[in-house]
């Protein structure tokens, strides 16, 4: 094996608070819906790209196993463009990807956001490109519509914009991690993969489902309130605008033809036992994404207390504890 440029990159997962669901444009997967998420500390991806002149094609490694590397293709592809402008050999290279989630793959808790924004992070890293936060957003996007968050840390909000070349379709940072810190208790029901996938689900949705219109009108006004609520630091509107959200989004789910049920007894469960902290006076709000685990946002004094209401529900296998953590970074 030659020993060709490489990098390696971390990326954390994220949970979005105002959720992602439909495309405006499937070929450039820019979104129909802008969306404001929180990065996870506790959920990454680790990646790790070579680039090598004797390989004929892109080769993904995922957790170890050679996996199918059409979609990490169509992110290396740009990055190829970009090195080859800059005369860097990397741009008429292939590359290995070797990359490890330390949470279940498409289960539900975003490896997709963090695959990808690692993927991109050490990619440019490895064909020896310095671009701006931006770029790397919109090269993540390419991935998946939640990596472009996770390029940032704390509270990220994704725009949908409105070009046809998808030019102002990027995240950025509403506001850093330290500035507020908050919990987020995740409760793992169920490792195994989703059986109909995000990109495929919200094109079904799109189609399918009366409540589409709705979903995409009222989301600029969600966006609006989440953005007030994050910058007064006003957790019950926070929390009782994200249960609200993701329920909303759950309903255009669940009225999608054939129907996407990602819950299961447990996650019904957890939401119960959720709404019973908030009855004892516990300031606690729910999230879940196309899966079936619960993440639970609370204020830090309140984590312990979380984790043990969701540690007892039938069907909750593991709580996975996490602070709000950083932007994708390079490993060395
Ligand atoms: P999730 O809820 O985990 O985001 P998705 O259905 O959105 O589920 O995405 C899962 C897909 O994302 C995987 O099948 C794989 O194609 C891709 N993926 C996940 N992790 C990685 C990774 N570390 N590197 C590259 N691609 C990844
Ligand atoms: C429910 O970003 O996984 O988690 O762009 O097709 O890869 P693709 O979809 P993906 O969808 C995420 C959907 C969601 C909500 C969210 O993260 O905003
Ligand atoms: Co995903």
Known sequence: MNGGATAAARAHSNI?????WGKRD??????AVGSISVTLDALYTDTRVTFRSDLTDDELWLDGCRSDATRVRRVLDLVRGYAASAGHPAGGQHAVVSSTNNFPTGAGLASSASGFAALVVAATGAA????P???LSILARHGSGSAARSIFGGFAEMHAGTASDGSDSYAEELQGRSAWPLAVAVAITERGEKSIN????????AATSPFY???????DGDLAEMRAAIAARDFTRLGELTEYNCLKLHALMLSTRPALIYWNAATVAAMHAVRELRSGGVPAYFTIDAGPQVKVLCLPGDAEVVR???AAVPGVHEVRMS?????????E
């Open 16 to 20: 979005a608070l105002v959720k992602y």
């Open 26 to 31: 499937a070929t450039l997967n820019t979104p």
């Open 128 to 131: 020896g490109l310095a671009l």
């Open 133 to 135: 936060a931006r770029e």
């Open 198 to 205: 995000s990109t495929i689900g919200m094109v079904e949705s």
């Open 213 to 219: 219109p709705a979903w995409l009108d009222s989301a």
């Open 308 to 310: 043990q209401a969701l």
């Open 323 to 331: 602070t709000l953590g950083p932007g994708a970074y390079r490993l």
